[in-house]
């Protein structure tokens, strides 16, 4: 059985969010192709698959989660483990979909892992610029500090949202006809091992990193920082990188690179 929530959209009719009261995984998507990763909530459920819980010890890792509706996007069930000492890996995930959005067999899925430093956010503006198109899965990765979950969950999961909401409203900015199906994935460890497990599971087509993270980075590598994980993506990933770099630095190491007295001319 099944409780629906619906919310007053002052921009387009109104949504809905299901809610499972079992911890079974929801059922998998009609639309999506056999083998495929499309749904978030039984992506994440096979992660975790390896913990038996019981009902009446621990709380259902699907939640309600009300949230601000953005215009064109359907928001979807979320996976919650924040409170579940039992689990095999701490994680909060959020999906959302376009209006009419379908998946084919020709949907490609992109993986981000965007810090929430200046780094991150240029990987996260490029990759929903530049390199999504309609039709598209993107898969965003945010690190959580550990430390954080011991004190305050709930404003880990209220900077989910507000990640979630800041992503389909660039979408729409750059791109407002685009149709995306948009996953955002809030886990605590490693970074390095989440971001090999998120391969695997998502099977994307690319990954997308920024050069150096902030803390949160830091904690999940170790002694390391972005430009860890980035290099450790690099060498160990079965799929193609892309590494951004913020604009600003971009464009300092061009003018670094003209002023250079030794630089030839033939590059001008």
Request: glycine letters at 6%.
């Amino acid at each position: 059985m099944k409780h629906s929530f619906s919310y007053d959209s002052p921009h387009s009719s109104p949504y809905t969010e299901s809610t499972p009261l079992s911890s079974s995984p929801p059922p998998p998507d009609a639309n999506s192709p056999p083998g495929s990763s499309g749904s978030a909530t039984s992506a994440v459920h096979r992660i975790s698959s390896s913990t038996s819980l019981s009902n009446q010890s621990v709380p259902s890792p699907y939640v309600s989660m009300p949230q601000t509706p953005v215009p064109g996007y359907t928001p979807k069930v979320s996976f919650d483990t924040f409170e579940n000492p039992a689990a095999s890996m701490f994680s909060f995930t959020l999906r959302a979909k376009s209006a009419g959005y379908k998946r084919t067999r020709s949907t490609r899925v992109f993986l981000c892992a965007s810090s929430p430093d200046e780094s991150g956010r240029e990987a996260l503006d490029w990759a929903l610029e530049s390199f999504v198109q309609d039709g598209d899965e993107f898969v965003v990765f945010r690190g959580v500090e550990e430390d954080v979950l011991d004190k305050d969950h709930d404003s880990v999961r209220e900077d989910a949202r507000s990640l979630m909401a800041y992503i389909q409203a660039k979408s729409q900015e750059y791109d407002p006809d685009r149709k995306l199906s948009i996953i955002l994935e809030c886990i605590a460890g490693r970074v390095t091992d989440t971001l090999d497990r998120l391969i695997a599971l998502y099977k994307p087509d690319s990954v997308v990193v920024g050069t150096r993270g902030r803390k949160a980075w830091q904690v999940g590598i170790g002694k390391g920082t972005m430009g860890s994980v980035s290099r450790y993506c690099l060498t160990h990933s079965p799929v193609p990188i892309i590494v951004v770099r913020p604009e600003r630095k971009v464009k300092k190491t061009v003018e670094k690179r003209r002023a250079d007295p030794k630089r030839g001319t033939h590059f001008d």
